[in-house]
């Protein structure tokens, strides 16, 4: 689509001309003016904007796939990594292989980044504390002869406490 110049005043023109021509000139605003002339006319050649669109989308399957190719190859280092410190847990830490699902869990529920560490407070956690001994321990508590009792503890407890009470009784009648 043509653009008419008609009805503005030679200044206005000579304006718009030293406008584009700066515009061209000017490091800085150059690639951006030459993008906007084939915006507007996508069948002008201009090479500073071609060769570079020309060249990117010529290197951009080979940019992809390197990307690709780094980022399986970044995957297969941590899986690798995290392998080796599974292992190192079974055979340094003595950790059951069945447990580093249950360590690794607890890894991130707790937020510990580090498996050895998560393996001893999973460990510590597994193992159940010694008890500690009573600073009051009392003694044993000797266990009654049957026999003396006459085999039945109930019925001699009841006469005991019934002798008991008439002792009483009689050593207040005594007084």
């Avoid at 392998?83 to 830490?93: A, F, N, P, T």
């Avoid at 069945?98 to 510590?124: C, R």
């Avoid at 504390?129 to 009654?144: G, K």
């Amino acid at each position: 689509m043509p653009v008419s110049l008609e009805g503005l005043s030679p200044e206005a023109i000579a304006d718009l001309a030293a406008l584009a021509k700066g515009l061209s000139d000017d490091p800085k605003t150059r690639p951006t003016f030459l993008r906007m002339m084939k915006d507007r006319d996508p069948s002008l050649s201009i090479p500073e904007v071609d060769i570079p669109a020309n060249i990117g989308a010529a290197v951009k399957p080979y940019l992809d796939r390197i990307g690709k190719l780094e980022n399986e190859g970044r995957e297969r280092e941590i899986k690798d990594t995290i392998l080796q410190r599974r292992q190192s847990l079974i055979k340094d830490k003595g950790v059951k292989e069945s447990d580093i699902p249950e360590i690794e869990k607890m890894m991130v529920e707790k937020g510990i980044s580090n498996h050895d560490t998560a393996a001893e407070f999973f460990l510590s956690q597994q193992n159940s504390a010694a008890p500690t001994p009573s600073a009051f321990s009392q003694p044993a508590i000797p266990r009654p002869d049957m026999k003396a009792m006459g085999g039945n503890i109930g019925a001699w407890a009841r006469t005991e406490a019934a002798n008991a009470i008439s002792d009483l009784i009689k050593g207040r009648r005594a007084a």
